[in-house]
Antibody, heavy 114, light 112 residues
Framework: QVKLQQSGAELVKPGASVKLSCKTSGYTFSTSYMSWFKQIPGQSIEWIGMIYAGDGGTGYNQKFKGKATLTVDTSSSTAYMDLSSLTTEDSAVYFC???????WGQGVMVTVSS | DVVLTQTPSILSATIGQSVSISCRSSQSLLDSDGNTYLYWFLQRPGQSPQRLIYLVSNLGSGVPNRFSGSGSGTDFTLKISGVEAEDLGVYYCMQATHAPLTFGSGTKLEIK
């Protein structure tokens, strides 16, 4: 059974950074793609970018370049997303999704507030 | 960026009714490899999106066959043949032919 377990909710101050994790099981992580998405509650979904676990190659939505950095640790089958220089506009739920978007994490709420 | 326009934005249906959702793209979604990377997702309240349909018309694993997808080029449709109570939520189309991947604004399905 494929599972994606995301890290817990975050409350961070403006200007800070946060690192989100997405741990997978039941899937061949080392040859898979992982995508990340942002959703402000009540709004549609935005694609942030994707990473290929095989070689760490990445592709980003231009809107999130400089904001998000995607990495993987194949030894623990975990994908990470660093979000930097956080502002209130980064407050949202962030999802990871594996492969051709057939498996999703439960989402993690990031709240940026002083 | 490719703009996906979904209609209607809200859909109210009775149990057993058949409904359709339209997704129109600002550009053709036919890729040079011959595939059309158009997906449909359902996001139930408080949950992650669930993939229903991939490559326009292919049913996702475990997805009931009352869901079907059709279309080509710039016009796509999701049909639910016989709405059930568990189908309530927001439906999104998404394209992955052109970077960046983009989503429609969503269609909220309410059960009367």
């Amino acid at each position: 059974q494929v599972k994606l377990q995301q890290s817990g909710a975050e409350l961070v101050k403006p200007g800070a950074s946060v690192k989100l994790s997405c741990k997978t099981s039941g899937y061949t992580f080392s040859t898979s793609y992982m995508s990340w998405f942002k959703q402000i509650p009540g709004q549609s979904i935005e694609w942030i970018g994707m990473i290929y676990a095989g070689d760490g190659g990445t592709g980003y939505n231009q809107k999130f370049k400089g904001k998000a950095t995607l990495t993987v640790d194949t030894s623990s089958s975990t994908a990470y997303m660093d979000l930097s220089s956080l502002t209130t506009e980064d407050s949202a739920v962030y999802f990871c999704a594996l492969g051709y978007f057939d498996y999703w994490g439960q989402g993690v709420m990031v709240t940026v507030s002083s | 960026d490719v703009v996906l326009t979904q209609t209607p934005s809200i859909l109210s249906a009775t149990i057993g009714q058949s409904v359709s959702i339209s997704c129109r793209s600002s550009q053709s979604l036919l890729d040079s490899d011959g595939n059309t990377y158009l997906y449909w997702f359902l996001q139930r309240p408080g949950q992650s999106p669930q993939r229903l349909i991939y490559l326009v018309s292919n049913l996702g694993s475990g997805v009931p066959n009352r869901f079907s997808g059709s279309g080509s080029g710039t016009d796509f449709t999701l049909k639910i043949s016989g709405v059930e109570a568990e189908d309530l939520g927001v439906y999104y189309c998404m394209q992955a032919t052109h970077a960046p991947l983009t989503f429609g604004s969503g269609t909220k399905l309410e059960i009367k």
